[in-house]
């Protein structure tokens, strides 16, 4: 089945080039099915990349899905162009009295800034205590899922020595784990960031589920013992040239950085090795039918 999206959406034009199904409004509304109802909060600094790349994996799915773009009014990035952001993205007000089956909250680049002190905190626990209530499984990425699991559960997160840069190999932990399922007991997932959450943490919290985690990276992916939440500290929606594209642009700026682990064939610059797509895909698809299918409401108002 077809993910929705606007027909002008920068999105719709790369996503049809790659052969991926997609519908627009007009059609859609036509049919006899409800499709479910997903939001992106929208973080990072270069928004359309990020939602081509969210939107590429929701659509692998046989589920037809209407997604609602989202970003922060209390703070405007200047990556995006003013008129992309008015033209298909809502802010909290305009989405506060909705209900919606799935969540995504993106990362951000605020990893060495306190919680607090980032300047659309206060912004963000209302989106936090939104999917409490309104969001029948909502998923949280890299920044996103440190700043989520210190909201709910109190965890911290913590400095790494230096960023965590490139492709690392994670173990699945928990046999049967539906948003793991298909998926090899190992496998590998993109990382860049310069915090991280201690395992043990995770694991003495009672309301948590380690599912995955990785010997260089460590705890990566959890889930609440409610199904509410996913979090996931990599960032499997990363296209080939991400982690290239990020390094290029910190040399740019003389920033000290190593290139990315596990990346280039030859461990430099060249050939790059694409060996997560299937597992995004998988997770993706696995918590679009497992934990938001399965378990929202037909009637979306009773979420």
Not at 2 to 25: C, G, R, W, Y
Request: net charge positive; proline share 5%; hydrophobic share 35%.
């Amino acid at each position: 089945m077809p993910i929705i999206v606007p027909k002008d959406l920068p999105a719709t034009k790369v996503l049809t080039a790659e052969n991926i199904f997609i519908m627009n409004q007009k059609r859609a509304i036509s049919q006899d099915i409800r499709p479910l109802e997903i939001a992106i909060l929208n973080l990072m600094p270069t928004k359309i990349v990020t939602e081509t790349q969210l939107m590429r994996l929701l659509s692998n799915s046989p589920l037809q899905v209407n997604l609602t773009l989202i970003s922060t009014a209390s703070y405007v990035g200047k990556n995006t162009p003013v008129e992309h952001l008015q033209k298909f993205y809502k802010s909290f007000d305009e989405i506060k009295d909705k209900k919606f089956d799935g969540m995504i909250i993106t990362g951000a680049p605020v990893e060495d800034i306190d919680f607090k002190d980032v300047k659309y905190w206060g912004e963000l626990e209302k989106f936090f205590e939104f999917s409490k209530k309104n969001v029948t499984s909502t998923l949280f990425i890299c920044w996103g899922a440190q700043a989520a699991l210190h909201y709910y559960y109190g965890i911290e997160k913590h400095p790494l020595p230096k960023k965590l840069f490139g492709i690392y190999k994670h173990k699945k932990l928990v046999p049967y784990e539906r948003l793991l399922k298909g998926t090899d007991d190992r496998f590998f997932m993109p990382h860049s960031r310069h915090t991280t959450v201690y395992e043990s943490d995770i694991k003495n919290c009672k309301d948590l589920v380690l599912l995955a985690s990785s010997k260089e990276a460590g705890a990566t992916i959890i889930r609440s013992k409610d199904n509410k939440f996913i979090f996931i500290m990599g960032h499997a929606e990363y296209d080939r040239d991400t982690l290239e594209l990020e390094y290029k642009r910190d040399l740019d700026k003389g920033l000290k950085i190593d290139p990315p682990e596990n990346y280039y064939v030859n461990g430099k610059n060249g050939e790059i090795k694409m060996c997560w797509s299937s597992t995004a895909n998988l997770i993706y698809m696995n918590w679009l039918n497992h934990y938001v299918y399965q378990l929202t409401p037909y009637d979306i108002d009773k979420i």
